[in-house]
């Protein structure tokens, strides 16, 4: 017969991280049993507590107490010295990823600028091999003129459009001093 094995369904109850089971230690909230009963709290908000409570029996006279309250607060210090490293270790290894991704973006774009002078300088030696490669001697005709032996017609817009001088107003002449063509020199007749 096959073993029953029980299933959570429930993805909180899996076990999947390891070593730190707590997460973020600096924000976890830590349930302490001290000598004088529970105190709970963040590990900042446990070693003042405790640290609290080493002076106040340091006021009592109770060293063996004082000792004891000390020795917790630096149980938690311990824990949030050890937090703390490893989130630095954390910062820094995303901080040398990020300046190696950022380092491998600056080749590629190096490259890619490499890549595109040397497309333009191919591109310019065959513009002027092409150009070199054309008769100098052959001379070039008029895009706008039909050949000779062509069948096309040459139609208005085809030609090239000649600027006129503009239209100028004749000036009037002087009643005196031009002859009238009915001849002579009498004035008109008032009607």
């Known amino acids: ?8 369904r429930n993805n909180k109850n899996r076990n999947r991280g390891g070593g730190n089971q707590g997460g973020n230690v600096v924000n976890r909230v830590f349930d302490s049993s ?29 060293r063996v107490a004082m000792e ?3 020795q917790h607060a ?9 937090a703390q490293k490893e989130a630095d270790a954390k910062r820094e290894e995303q901080e040398e990823a990020n300046r190696k991704r950022q380092a491998e973006r600056d080749e590629q774009e190096r490259l890619n600028r490499e890549r595109q002078a040397e497309r333009d300088r191919e591109r310019h030696e065959r513009q002027e091999r092409e150009a070199a490669e054309q008769p100098a001697a052959e001379p070039e005709q008029k895009a706008d003129a039909p050949e000779e032996g062509s069948n096309l017609v040459e139609t208005p817009e085809s030609k090239p459009k000649t600027r006129r001088a503009p239209r100028r107003k004749p000036k009037p002449k002087p009643e005196g001093d031009a002859p009238k063509a009915d001849g002579g020199d009498q004035p008109e007749a008032a009607e």
Not at 1 to 8: D, E, G, L, T, V
Not at 37 to 46: A, F, L, M, W
Not at 74 to 82: G, I, P, S, T
């Open 74 to 82: 630096e149980h938690y210090l311990r824990l949030l010295a050890v």
């Open 68 to 70: 004891n309250f000390q």
């Open 1 to 8: 017969m096959k073993p029953q094995r029980s299933r959570s």
């Open 34 to 62: 001290g000598p004088e009963g529970k105190v709970r709290g963040t590990p900042s908000q446990v070693i003042e507590k405790y640290n609290q409570l080493a002076r106040d029996a340091q006021l009592s006279n109770d």
